[in-house]
Structure formats: C-alpha cells, structure tokens
C-alpha cells in the first residue's frame, strides 16, 4: 500500500476507532479539522488546525491512533501531526476566513499598524509600499495581512492576491531547483497584484533564497505591485540579511505590533467569546487576560481550553472550571502576591537580562538602571524593607538600596520616559496598579 488514497481510507477507520473510543462530544471538539495530509518517507502526515489541538491529540490519542493504523497496513508507519500545509499543491495558503479587519480588536499597542493595513487595504499599491509589519511571536501580524487581503479582495474580486510563508516560499523555491522548473517558479510569483510575504525572518542565512526573492521584490514592485511583509523584528535587526533586501524593506512604512495592555486582552477575549458564541463570565475573561500579557495566541488557546474542558467534563463555565481547567498554565484566581522576585523577574524581562546579572556585583551601566529601577519598584509595591530589598538583591547595603531610590526619584522628575517604563512596569507586576 502506497498510494494517498489507500491511506486515506485507513486514515477514515483510526477516526472512526478514536471516536468509538472518546465518544462522539470529545471527537466533535477535536476531530473535525483533522486531515490526512500526505505520505512522504513512511510517515503520514495529518494536518491539524492549531499548536493546541495538536498537544491535547498528541499527548491523549495519537498512540493509539498509531498503533490501529499500524494494525491496519501492517507497516512500520508513524503519524506526524502538523500545523504546516505539506500536500502538494499546499504550498500557498489561502486566507483564514477568520483574519478579518472586523474581527481585529483595535488597542494602543497596535492601533497605529492597524491603521497603516487598513490604508494598505483600500488602496493597495498607492498608500505604502512595501508595508513592513513587525512584532513579537502571536501579537496579530498574520492576522493583519491577512485581513489586508481579505480587504483587497473585497474591494476588487479580480485581484490576485497571494499570501505565503517565507517558509513556504523558500520550500517551493527548493522544490522548483530540485524538479528544474525555476520559470515556473518565477511566473506564479512575478504575475500577481499582491504579495503577502509571512515570517521573513525566516529567510536569514539563506542566500539563495533571499536572491530570489530580491527579484520576486523588484518585479512587483517595478510594476506598482503592493508588497506586504511581516517579522518578529525590524529589518535592521534580522541577521544575515542581504543590505539591498533590507533597504528595500526600508523604501515604504515600517510599523510595530507591541503586547497589547490589560484592557486589550479583555477586549480581545471578550470579541472571540463573543464570535465562538461562549457564554462566559466576565471576571473569568478577566482572570485569563491578567494573567496571559504576551502573546495573543495563548490567551485564546486558554479559552479554548477552558471551554474544551467544561463541554467534556459538563460543567459550567464559571471561576471554578477555570481554576481547574487552567491550573497547569495559570495561577489560581485572587489577589496575585507581589513578591521582589516577580519585580525582578519583570524587570529582566523589559531589560532583556538574566536574573543572575541583575543580582551580580557587576555594576555596568545595562545592570546599574535596571537594577535601581527594580528596587524603587520593589519599594512601591512590596512591604519590604530596606534592609530586606537588599539582602534579595544579591547582599547589598541598605545604604545602596536608599541612594538608589533617591536617584530613581529625582531621575523620574527629570525624565518623562522612565517615568513612563516605571509605570508600565508597575502595571506588570500589579495589573491593579493605577486602578
Ligand atoms: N488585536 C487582535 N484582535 C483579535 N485577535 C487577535 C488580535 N491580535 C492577534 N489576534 C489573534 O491571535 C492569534 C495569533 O495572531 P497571529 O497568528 O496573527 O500572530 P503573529 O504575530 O502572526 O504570530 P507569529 O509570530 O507566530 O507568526 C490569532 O488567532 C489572531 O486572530
């Protein structure tokens, strides 16, 4: 047996055996966005629709699924679950339905980009070109160029608008050297109105493909095509990256995605309880949203768990379920204790550091500012005493930790920045403060 569709008709028997086995709520919440991808190598490849639902199949049924299948062929053959498009005419995804500008929740932290796609929306190749979205793992890039697309779409149905992965382009740039058919290669990305180039971070080190895609650039853009890339940073910072590709991403706007703040991620949770029609408490979004700041895709995969584990263990979604449901991601609900670590934690976090440098002896000018403003924050929100603050800062005098919070305050007064990255911190540690 060798063939695709030999396999997939196994592939329909393991399912039908794993819903037999779970019960047909479970494998309705799980199971139907499951499929057969492709054989490549002896392994099969299954496409799943997120990193969660591929955890929760992995790490539950995907042994047993394994061993029917095994069962069923009689060979040695392993199940990879995956969240990348593998079959052969996958390589260029169209657009989540989902990635849509009404479905975006608009927050300071990404207002001004919002604003940038938007515009590149209605008049695609006349507001900015290249438009450069960056932003760190989960904050909405994908889903902005994605909306973008839908927007071009909407507006004018005959466009041809295209959305890749550097990921995916850089494999079908190998798969086109590898069968000859560079041409080929080169006609399906060169004849389109819009490229939406995903992850460009991803072609670093790769020359050849940075080559190509240089030319893939210049052809669009030569044509008054639009261009839109995103990244997890600024063009500057991605290493390895040729410096005509990276003035070229200068030549148009470049915009930033930031964590979006308390407020947001409520809202942001609020809209997708909404949409997925979950009845949800408030003081329940909230609870998530305090506790998930940094990357968007954890806050819905949090709700979607919660709500996976109260429809399959048929219980209420309420505080309760939540503690439970979220106890290996989240603390339990109530006040949350603000102790010096979690300040110094935060602050080596905003400042890049290691824990074991802000408490070190080493007093460059990267640790000294970081480390007094961790103590003036210690200060404002623990009960701590000087003394006390000290000792957990690596054994230091109490004289040290007062000539730092003097200093912190008198550079506060003369410096609105820091007063502002104080503030934030503070708002960090302590989601109440200011409130
Ligand atoms: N402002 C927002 N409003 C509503 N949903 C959002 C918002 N920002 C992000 N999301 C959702 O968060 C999830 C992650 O977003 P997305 O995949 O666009 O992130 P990304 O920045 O492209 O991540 P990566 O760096 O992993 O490529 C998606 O489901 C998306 O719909």
Redesign the pocket.
Known sequence: MSYDYDYIAVWDKVLQSVKAEIGSTSFDIWFPQVKYNTCRNEKIYISVPNTLTKEWIESRYLENMQKTFRDLTQQDINLILTTEPIGKDAYISPLNP??TFD???VGNS?RFAHAACYAVGEAPSRAYNPLFIY?G???????LMQAIGHRILANNPKYSVMYVSSEQFTNELIGAIKDDNTPGFRNKYRNIDVLLI??IQFLAGKERTQEEFFHTFNTLYEANKQLVI?S?RPPRNIPTLEDRLRSRFEWGLITDIQIPDLETRIA?LR?KAQTDDFNIPYDVLDYIANYIDSN??EL?GALVRLVAYATINDKPLNMATAAEALKDILPPPGPKKITIECIQKEVCKYYDLELSEMLSKKRNKQLVVPRQIAMYICRKLTDASLPLIGDQFGGRDHTTVLHSLDKIDREINEQPELAAVIDQLCKQVDPAYGS
Request: proline share 0%; hydrophobic share 25%.
């Open positions: 989902k990635y479905t975006f929740v990404n932003g793992v989960g904050l909405g890039k994908t889903h995903d992850d995103s997890d942001i809209k968007i895709r819905e």
